[in-house]
């Protein structure tokens, strides 16, 4: 099992910048590709993006791609979501995830953290 806890939420501005950090302990993280998901009020938990246990390979949702850039530091235990242009509709609670099969099924991921709001207002 992986303990994952976020970092970095906040209220911002449209158009601006916010960097989203996990921070992971326990298994070896480099044997663990990660994601990154979010969830509105009322909705399910949305792929943003996700990256593989090297970070050679990314994916993004259509809704984030060329505003959000996914990467990780397995030296450091950490993964980062850096988003910018950020729009209101942006708006969620962000969570990051491992898993060991990849993909972008919520259900392929098997460790989460506690997630970090993100508030964009217009």
């Known amino acids: 099992q992986v303990q994952l806890v976020e970092s970095g939420g906040g209220l911002v501005q449209a158009g601006g910048s916010l960097r989203l950090s996990c921070a992971a302990s326990?298994?070896?993280?480099?044997?663990?590709?990660m994601g990154w998901f979010r969830q509105a009020p009322g909705k399910e938990h949305e792929f943003v993006a996700a990256i593989t246990q090297s970070g050679a390979i990314t994916d993004y949702s259509d809704s984030v791609k060329a505003r959000f850039t996914i990467s990780r530091d397995n030296a450091k235990n950490m993964v980062y979501l850096q988003m910018d242009s950020l729009k209101p509709e942006d708006t969620a609670v962000y969570y990051c995830a491992a898993t060991l099969v990849g993909g972008r099924a919520a259900n392929g991921y098997r460790d989460w953290g506690q997630g970090t709001q993100v508030t964009v207002s217009s």
């Open positions: 326990g298994r070896p993280f480099s044997r663990y590709g």
